[in-house]
């Protein structure tokens, strides 16, 4: 999966961008608690990286 469509696929699911330092976007939630980390780097996204973002966000299937 691509950054930016692990990006879009946060955004689906209510998480907003709280701030950017470098090519490092953190994302929050109205109504869940903490935040979820992407790194800005256009290639893919590693699996565990990408298991371990989607355990945050409470998107894990």
């Not at 946060?10 to 994302?27: A, S, Y």
Request: net charge positive.
């Amino acid at each position: 999966m691509k950054v930016r469509e692990l990006l879009k696929l946060l955004r689906k699911g209510g998480w907003e961008t709280d701030r950017i330092r470098g090519d490092h976007r953190q994302r929050v939630h109205p109504s869940k608690p903490g935040t979820v980390t992407v790194s800005g780097h256009p290639s893919d996204v590693h699996p565990k990286t990408l298991k371990s973002g989607l355990r945050q966000a409470s998107l894990e299937k």
